[in-house]
């Protein structure tokens, strides 16, 4: 189905949704590698499945919505 599951982020300090790579392009709107590039840099709540996949906390996606950029051009 969607795909999503709910962990505890250490970040959030709560139980979030965490969704894999493919479903936070789509949520994001942006590029794969631009995904791993917010991994790379922590900008984006994430941790490592068992089999190694890496899901990314819902919540820190949507921080990093289009507002950041607004105000950084502003
Ligand atoms: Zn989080």
Redesign the pocket.
Known sequence: MLNISCFF?D??KKD?RFVPVHRAMKVAGVSRSTIYYWIDKEWV?WRELPSGRRII?E??LGRRGSTTFTSDVV
Do not use: E, K, T
């Open positions: 982020c970040h959030c979030s709540h906390c919540d820190s």
